[in-house]
């Protein structure tokens, strides 16, 4: 039986002038850019993460591991959702891809995630509330757009909140 999904968070979208499986390509390598460095390591031991550091096959399949996330599913070139746990939240983030023209795709990730007991509270004002969630997914999208292809000045609209609470 599955487990229920995790309380919604927030949604964001980008439109990449680029096809999705290059997009997919770009996803994986910027996860691995973004979350692998000893920074994220260090922040993943730091938080008590369950998975702290980076390994099995690239691009990035079902099972292999960044620090604070494992992939859960990976269905390319449609889906990537990585799972995690630490001392202050259990979280999601799903990205989904679709190809809205033979070079131009959307790109979408949306966190779910649970803030348990006082703590965990503290925790999600310190990151949901603050906007340094938002923050760092809109800088996410944009890298990897970047990665993508697409130069920076594209018409293409960037990065932006879809939905969130």
């Not at 499986?21 to 922040?43: C, I, K, R």
């Amino acid at each position: 039986m599955p487990l229920a999904p995790l309380p919604y968070i927030d949604e964001h979208a980008t439109v990449v002038e680029a096809p999705a499986e290059a997009v997919w390509q770009a996803l994986s390598e910027t996860l691995d850019h973004a979350f692998a460095g000893p920074g994220a390591t260090a922040y993943a031991r730091l938080v008590g993460a369950t998975d702290r550091t980076a390994s099995g096959p690239r691009p990035l399949t079902e099972g292999a591991t960044l620090p604070g996330f494992r992939v859960t599913a990976a269905t390319p070139p449609r889906e990537l959702t990585l799972s995690g746990r630490h001392r202050f939240s259990t979280y999601t983030l799903t990205f989904r891809l679709e190809a809205l023209t033979p070079t131009r795709s959307r790109l979408r990730a949306e966190s779910r995630a649970t803030f348990p007991g006082p703590t965990g509270g503290a925790y999600r004002l310190l990151v949901i509330t603050t906007g340094t969630h938002a923050l760092g997914m809109r800088r996410l999208l944009g890298a990897i757009r970047h990665r993508s292809g697409q130069p920076p000045n594209a018409s293409g609209p960037g990065p932006r909140s879809v939905r969130g609470r």
